[in-house]
């Protein structure tokens, strides 16, 4: 399983730098990890959005190989899962392109384009901070599909 993760800007937060070391280190030897972090727009208005939404989508539409092989955003607005429905989401679809967009989020283009939109929870999460909340979960998920004792439910 490959998972590329695509966020605008670098983690400035050492904390949270280091609990998406943490969990890219535990799925190493179940999935292939790769983050790609795009150059961050400056400023809040439409123009930021779509243009960092243009450096999103060169890099989401990378990876997507015919229908149904398109990037998965996170937004407040997509569908919850729980950890076992996710699993069962990431190993049906072995891996995937997961997009979570900037403090301002992400602009309508990148939210029309995406094959399916999830959201992590009903509250309000720091952009960074729901970078390693996802990395959490997709390691939960493996470790469910893997039968490992990570996930006590």
């Known amino acids: 399983m490959k998972f590329v993760l695509i966020w605008p800007g670098k983690t400035k937060e050492g904390f949270i730098k280091s609990g ?3 969990y890219i280190k535990y799925m190493r030897p179940m999935a292939k990890v790769e983050v790609v ?3 961050e727009a400056k400023g809040a208005g439409g123009k930021a959005l779509d243009e960092e939404g243009r450096r999103i989508l ?11 092989q398109g ?14 429905e996710f699993a ?11 997009v979570i967009g900037g403090a301002f989020g992400v602009s309508g283009e990148v939210r029309e384009k995406a ?3 999830l959201s992590l929870s009903k509250m309000t999460l ?16 493996l470790s469910i599909i893997g ?3 990570y996930h006590h439910a």
């Open 58 to 68: 060169e890099q989401a539409e990378k990876g997507a190989h015919g229908a149904g």
């Open 115 to 117: 094959a399916i939109m």
């Open 147 to 149: 039968g490992k004792g």
């Open 71 to 84: 990037y998965v955003l996170l937004d407040e607005r997509g569908k919850q899962m729980s950890s076992p």
């Open 37 to 39: 972090e795009i150059k």
């Open 20 to 22: 998406i070391e943490k």
């Open 88 to 98: 069962r989401f990431i190993e049906t679809s072995g891996g995937g392109r997961f």
């Open 126 to 141: 720091p952009h960074e901070l729901a970078r390693v909340f996802l990395l959490e979960q997709i390691y939960r998920g």
